[in-house]
């Protein structure tokens, strides 16, 4: 793209009550799982001191706590009392430093308790007693004292980060959490007068931000996230969001309405917290659209966002007035800057594929990305350090590990050339993108592409390299990222039983006509993907996990989605079953519990989606290589792109 102002819109100034952004990126708050004791840690200012660098207009740090029954994680940021402003003031000192401006989260998770604090469940707390059912959850009414025990916290909250220099802050009415409790009639069935007619519903948030601005004033900036659609059967509906946000900004006490989608109390509603990329792009903009209509403030909007051209189409046709572009940012910190300066094709795009952000939040863990594992290690990773020598590196293997490691060693001044076995680079990514709903997933391989040559290394296709190739090239270090392949286990195999590999019907081998059995191992993507592949080309298809349940070690709002697929393709699940054999026309099963016997007849055709084996056999023959060498990624121990990008940095930083 030629270099001048790309995206006039998404670079125009935007006022929001009293303080103007310098463009209309925004940072969502989002759970980082980087707070400590519930307070801010150099961690988490790191993390956003690289956004705020970026070029991003406002962070919204993630959600805190107003009370002490809000810890809805054990990992949660909380405000309830002083001990939150130095880690708060820090925060806000070191991104005002980048001209970002920064905003707070105010939080309630009402019923919504994912996790126990110390292993015993919390009693949660809800408008009425009225289960979630995600969580399995069953709530207590609160009584109005703690109600408004919970209002005051919202303006307690709110005075704390005023104090510690925050710009504002936003009560979290979104997603099913307590505000969206209490204007739900269907969770909210109280009788007196926090319930029933839509003014009783409106009251709790009413009061809480007449709390916040008793105790904050009117010139911190005040704002309302809500879900625009809850997308649950029971959830909050459009028309019914709409009447709250027109309501609540006739009140004129807001300055702002941050429009999502989604809801934590139901596991369909959830996947819209943080859609993944079965999503469309952009897809929530239309809600927003409807917002807009509905209040005069500025109006956010958050749902895969995750390039300039879309949140320039969002605000140039009036649809909304911010973009947050949160995964795009937690994937590419650059992306402001990059947009601005007519850099756009060097972001690198999120693909949505929910790995290593929410994946880790949900798994306890700090967050981090597959494709830019620098992110959540910043003060290790953030900063490219110049070799003091430049070296000549030999990359083996152009998959997700062997491209990292090509692109980070050439930026910090080695000289490097990968060599690739096959025609063209990407490795098993190559074959993951024709999983259904994963197209996206290529734009992994894209963008390390792209990091690669701007890094100046070079790319050698066609070249299977071996010990002798090595010797010939004489490199200092040898990288060995060789990957794996389809793993097949031994299996009692009787006459002559079609048995293909995931990676061949990926490849568009031919399955005979009937009935197939996927036996699925690893409980990853591939095997759903490929049996709704092969329903879709017009078989019966049963998929054998070795497992509870399919997807079981995916994220899960993607999970979500691959077993919401498989409901409707049709698809037959055995769960708790391992592959023991087959012959012409049976496939044989074994219960993983009981070791019972069970057996699938009339079979056309056994798909493996077996897991991988690694293939290591270069390192093997480089043992007494006099150079250095390293191995990453599957072929060390076969895992995820997430594990081979990372371990690409990690030995590519220390060269
Ligand atoms: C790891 C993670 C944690 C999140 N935690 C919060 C949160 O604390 N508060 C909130 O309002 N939204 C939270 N979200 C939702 C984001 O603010 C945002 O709405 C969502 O990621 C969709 O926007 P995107 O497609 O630009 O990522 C979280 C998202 C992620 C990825
Ligand atoms: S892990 Fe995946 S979804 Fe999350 S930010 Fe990175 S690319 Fe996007």
Not at 551 to 556: K, P, R
Request: charged residues 20%; contains cysteine; proline residues 5%.
């Amino acid at each position: 793209m030629s270099s001048g102002p790309s995206f006039p819109s998404l670079f125009s100034p935007l006022r929001v009550g009293g303080v103007t952004l310098k463009n209309r990126i925004v940072s969502s708050g989002h759970d980082t799982v980087m707070a400590e004791d519930g307070l801010v840690t150099d961690r988490l200012i790191a993390y956003h001191e690289a956004r705020a660098a970026g070029g991003v207009a406002l962070i919204v740090v993630q959600v805190a706590g107003v009370h002490e029954s809000a810890r809805y994680t054990s990992h949660v940021l909380m405000a309830t009392d002083g001990s939150c402003i130095p880690g708060y003031r820090r925060l806000a000192d070191t991104v005002h430093r980048h001209g970002c401006a920064v905003f707070g989260q105010l939080f309630h998770p009402g019923r919504e308790i994912m996790e126990s604090q110390d292993g015993s469940a919390p009693v949660a707390i809800a408008p009425s007693a009225v289960p979630t059912e995600r969580f399995h959850v069953m709530p207590r009414e609160m009584p109005v004292d703690l109600l408004q025990e919970i209002v005051a916290g919202f303006g307690a909250g709110a005075r704390r980060l005023q104090e510690a220099g925050l710009d504002g802050a936003e009560i979290v009415a979104s997603h099913g959490y307590l505000p969206a409790q209490f204007l739900n009639p269907r969770v909210n069935r109280r009788e007196d007068a926090y319930g029933g007619i839509e003014e009783n519903r409106l009251r709790f948030l009413r009061e809480s931000i007449a709390a916040v601005r008793a105790e904050a004033g009117r010139e911190f900036v005040l704002g309302l996230r809500i879900s625009a659609d809850e997308r649950s059967h029971d959830g909050l509906t459009l028309d019914e969001a709409l009447a709250a946000c027109r309501a609540l900004d006739a009140d004129g006490a807001l300055d702002y309405v941050s429009v999502v989608a989604g809801s934590s109390a139901t596991l369909a509603g959830s996947v819209h917290i943080v859609p993944p990329m079965s999503e469309p792009n952009a897809y929530t903009v239309p809600l927003a659209a409807r917002v807009k209509e509905a209040v005069r403030v500025p109006v956010m909007v958050a749902g895969r966002i995750n390039q300039p051209q879309e949140a320039e189409r969002a605000i140039a046709s009036g649809q909304a007035d911010a973009c947050a572009m949160t995964r795009a940012l937690i994937c590419d910190p650059l992306l402001p800057v990059k947009a601005k300066t007519g850099r756009a094709e060097e972001i690198r795009a999120c693909i949505g594929c929910n790995q290593a952000c929410i994946g880790h939040f949900h798994a306890g863990y700090p967050i981090s990305c597959i494709q830019h594992p620098e992110t959540g290690r910043e003060r290790r990773y953030g900063t490219r350090v110049q070799a003091t020598r430049p070296r000549d590196v030999m990359v083996v293997g152009g998959g997700p590990a062997g491209l990292k490691a090509a692109a980070v060693a050439a930026e910090r001044g080695h000289r490097v050339t990968l060599y690739e076995a096959e025609h063209r680079v990407g490795g098993q990514v190559l074959l993951a993108e024709r999983l259904p709903g994963r197209a996206e997933f290529g734009g992994a391989i894209t963008n390390l592409v792209g990091e690669v040559e701007r890094a100046g290394a070079r790319i050698v296709t066609n070249s299977r390299a071996s010990r002798a190739l090595v010797e010939a090239e004489q490199p200092e270090v040898v990288i060995v990222a060789t990957g794996g392949r389809p793993r097949r286990p031994d299996l009692e195999l009787k006459g002559d039983p079609v048995v293909l590999d995931a990676w061949q019907v990926l490849s568009g081998a031919r399955v005979p006509r009937g009935d197939v059995v996927v036996a699925d191992w690893r409980c990853d993507w591939i095997g759903p993907g490929v049996a709704e592949l092969l329903v879709r080309a017009g078989h019966r298809v049963t998929l054998a996990v070795d497992g509870y349940m399919p997807g079981q070690h995916v994220q899960q709002y993607v999970r979500d989605v691959l077993l919401a697929d498989m409901h409707r393709a049709g698809v037959k699940v055995i769960p708790t079953v391992r592959l023991f054999g087959a012959d012409d026309d049976t496939v044989y099963l074994q219960h993983t519990l009981t070791s019972d016997a069970v057996i699938v007849d009339d079979v056309a055709a056994l798909v493996l989606a077996q897991g991988h084996e690694p293939v290591d056999d270069l390192v093997h023959a480089l043992t007494d290589f006099e150079g250095e060498v390293h191995a990453i990624g599957d072929c060390l121990s076969p895992r995820t792109v997430e594990e081979a990008v990372l371990e690409g940095l990690v030995v590519a930083s220390e060269l």
